[in-house]
């Protein structure tokens, strides 16, 4: 087996290797080729007569490229993440590719990045350990609040949203949840399972852990905006897309929204993952974000440690086994008839 990765890192590139190494003894080992560069359309030539490709959130995988990499002989969509909503599902049906993915790498990974997240910018430990370093020890402007007591919204309560929730219960909050699918684990934890309105309009802090879907795509916008408690924090963890961001901007500027947390951009593919140190960022939605002294912003870190690197690359070669094995039982079963 044969396998293209692109949006290639140096800790891909180790994690892997190190994983298909320990997989060195099966009776499919798979080969590696590592490409840095995003999979589109103008990259898809890389990928040709390589059996799977291994790609990442921000490659593109719509009917045009899946349709080239059929050409080019590739089976197998391997996607080292969890999301899936770059990829063009029915196309790749028709065409007969496989598309796996990494469903539960480390929700712990994940939930705790976004209380992280909760922390630093509510008593401004970003901005407290900059001012120390240039010798200024004043606490006015890092004021902060207890976490304790107050109301915390989950929307989405798979595994990564029953973590955070089991961290928050662990905080002394009061939990509201949302899901289509209340998860019975956050509700034996102490969480109330309430509708969408009902959590926007009593939550204190809001945090999502849900999937980018048609249904899901600028959730948080102007109207659900209007409905939260006036200065509510927000956090996102998920998707970009999840939150209209020209909106939230709107509501920073109001006071609305008291503070934003944000691992993800929805138009983070031409930003994260790279160094623009000596750039200039061209997005001027983006870079009003930065202005705003109650934003926080990673770039799409949430996911790395090291135990969930290791889980994906684990998981993955996993994925690409077991359909090798599926071929093969189908190939033996044909011949024996």
Same mark, same amino acid.
């Given at each position: 087996?044969? =396998? ?53 959130? +921000? ?15 590739? &089976? ?17 049906? #028709? ?27 509510? #008593?401004?430990?970003? #901005? ?7 010798? +200024? ?15 915390? !919204? ?11 929730? &089991?961290? =928050?219960?662990?905080?002394? @909050? ?35 852990? @849900? ?18 408690? &006036?200065?509510? =924090?927000?956090? +996102?963890?998920?998707? !970009? ?77 996993? +994925? ?18």
């Amino acid at each position: 087996m044969r =396998m293209a990765m692109f949006s290639t890192k140096p800790y891909d590139r180790t994690f892997f290797t190190r994983a298909a190494g320990s997989d060195a003894q099966s009776t499919s080992p798979c080969e590696i080729e590592f490409f840095e560069a995003r999979l589109t359309m103008a990259t898809a030539p890389l990928a040709a007569g390589f059996d799977a490709v291994c790609v990442f959130v +921000n490659d593109h995988l719509g009917v045009d490229v899946l349709e080239a990499l059929h050409a080019g002989g590739t &089976r197998i969509v391997a996607l080292r993440c969890a999301g899936f909503n770059h990829v063009d599902l029915d196309a790749a049906g #028709r065409l007969g590719i496989d598309v796996v993915r990494v469903p539960a790498y480390s929700p712990w990974a994940v939930a705790e990045h976004a209380v992280g997240l909760m922390l630093t910018l509510n #008593r401004r430990i970003h #901005r407290a350990s900059a001012r120390v370093r240039d010798g +200024n020890f004043s606490l006015v402007g890092l004021l902060g609040f207890d976490f304790h007591g107050k109301t915390v !919204g989950v929307v989405g309560t798979g595994a990564i949203g029953t973590v955070f929730t &089991r961290i =928050m219960m662990g905080f002394g @909050c009061d939990v509201l949840t949302y899901d289509p699918y209340p998860n019975p684990e956050c509700e034996a934890l102490g969480a109330t399972a309430v509708d969408l309105a009902t959590l926007y309009a009593k939550s204190d802090v809001i945090s999502l852990h @849900c999937p980018l879907t048609p249904q899901t795509h600028h959730m948080i916008d102007a109207h659900v905006i209007s409905q939260m408690k &006036r200065g509510v =924090m927000i956090v +996102n963890t998920s998707r !970009g897309a999840l939150i209209d961001t020209v909106a939230v901007i709107e509501a920073l500027k109001t006071e609305q929204v008291g503070a934003l947390a944000i691992d993800v951009y929805e138009e983070e593919e031409h930003l994260f993952f790279q160094d623009l140190s000596d750039t200039v960022i061209t997005d001027d939605v983006f870079s009003r974000l930065l202005t705003f002294p109650n934003v926080l912003i990673t770039a799409h870190q949430a996911f790395f440690t090291r135990e969930a690197l290791e889980q994906i690359a684990a998981t993955t070669l996993a +994925n690409i086994a077991a359909l090798q094995r599926r071929d093969r039982d189908a190939a033996h079963l044909v011949a024996a008839q």
